[in-house]
Structures are given as structure tokens and as C-alpha cells.
């Protein structure tokens, strides 16, 4: 279908009025000018990012609707022998939030090492997201994602000698002997190594 507004007659399709919201499915030819009141486009994306790597509150823009957050717990702590601690789990919420409101952000820390391995802490954004931190050796399992739109369960760290921490989403298990956690939410490689602390990622 063809829509031609000519600018003395107005439109000339019938069932397509110039008095409100219009819809053309096909081409839109116009001989003259156009006055829009106003103009939506679409946009694609997120332009805006903030990094917590301690626990803080993230306040909504007045004109931000959407976020993406990526939350990431701590990872799990080595002990004296061969086991290693696991990789944080992580989440990731992408939808609606109300603008210019207070958001609570918490980071889990990483777990220190010991006999057994200390366990990676929690981290979540308000009520929308929130991932557990890897466990301590000698289990060693990955943490865990809950709430939020995609959950992503953390690497179990290893249980022999030489044993490389577990990976979270965001990579880094600490490399034996002794490695600490590297990236966010690794866990601490055998022996004796604390897992890295966990992250919160916003973008708007």
C-alpha cells in the first residue's frame, strides 16, 4: 500500500486519518513538509555503567525505567591441603525499575582460607537479583544465582593436588599452588588461598 499526503488535500487513503497516532505498512510519500509534534526512537542498549566492588546504594536517574545489573558472589577459600574453594554464582536482571529510587547494593567478600575453606559471601541488588559465593574446600562447590531474568551456577573448585580455584561467570579460579582468586568471584586455588570478592554491575 501506497499513502500519499499532498499537503492541500490531505490524506488520501481511506482508513488512515492525520488526526492522532498513524501507522504506515508499505510506503509514505509526502509532497511538502512535515511538522511532528513530537518523536520517539527506539533505542537500543544501555549508554550508563556503575562497578560496586563494596557495598553502596544505587539511586535511579529521574529518567531511567530499564537497568541491566549483573551480580557475581564472592569466592569460596582454599585450605591447608588440596582442595580448593568454588567460583561465586551470579545473576543478571534486566528490567523495569522506578525512577529516581534508592537501590541497597550488597558485595559478597571473598572467603579466607582455613580448615575447612570459608565460604564466599552473598551478593544481590535489592530485591531483583542476588548470587550466593562459592563454598569453602574441601567441597568446594560453585555458589549460586537466584531471582533476576538468568541464574548462573559458579565452578566447583578442585579436590587434588594442585587444584586451581573454581571459575564464577566472570572467570578467574586463583591457579595452584596458593593462587588467590583472580577475577571477581574466583575461588582461592590450593593450597591456603582466599577467593576473590564478588561484584554488582549496573547498567542504564
Not at 560496586?52 to 557475581?72: D, E, L, N, W
Not at 559458579?154 to 571459575?167: E, K, R, Y
Not at 595452584?176 to 554491575?201: I, L, Q, T
Request: charged share 0%; aromatic share 4%; no cysteine.
Amino acid at each position: 500500500m501506497a499513502v500519499t499526503i499532498d499537503g492541500t488535500s490531505g490524506v488520501t487513503t481511506p482508513g488512515l486519518t492525520d488526526t492522532g497516532n498513524a501507522s504506515v505498512s508499505g510506503n509514505l510519500t509526502v509532497t511538502g513538509s512535515v511538522t511532528a509534534g513530537s518523536y520517539v526512537g527506539i533505542q537500543s542498549g544501555f549508554s550508563n555503567m556503575q562497578v560496586f566492588t563494596s557495598p553502596g546504594t544505587f539511586t535511579t536517574p529521574a529518567t531511567t525505567t530499564q537497568i541491566k545489573v549483573t551480580v557475581v558472589g564472592g569466592g569460596g577459600g582454599s585450605n591447608p591441603g588440596a582442595s580448593s574453594g568454588g567460583g561465586g554464582g551470579a545473576a543478571i536482571y534486566v528490567g523495569p525499575v522506578t525512577a529516581s529510587t534508592p537501590y541497597a547494593v550488597t558485595v559478597g567478600t571473598g572467603g579466607t582460607p582455613g580448615l575447612p575453606g570459608n565460604p564466599g559471601n552473598t551478593s544481590s541488588f535489592s530485591t531483583l537479583a542476588s548470587a550466593t559465593g562459592g563454598s569453602g574446600a574441601p567441597s568446594g562447590n560453585g555458589g549460586a544465582g537466584s531471582a533476576g531474568t538468568l541464574q548462573i551456577t559458579g565452578s566447583a573448585g578442585g579436590g587434588v593436588t594442585g587444584a586451581p580455584g573454581g571459575s564464577s561467570y566472570l572467570g578467574g579460579g586463583g591457579k595452584s599452588p596458593g593462587g588467590a582468586g583472580g577475577n571477581y568471584g574466583g575461588g582461592g586455588g590450593a593450597p591456603n588461598a582466599s577467593g576473590a570478592g564478588g561484584v554488582v554491575v549496573v547498567e542504564y
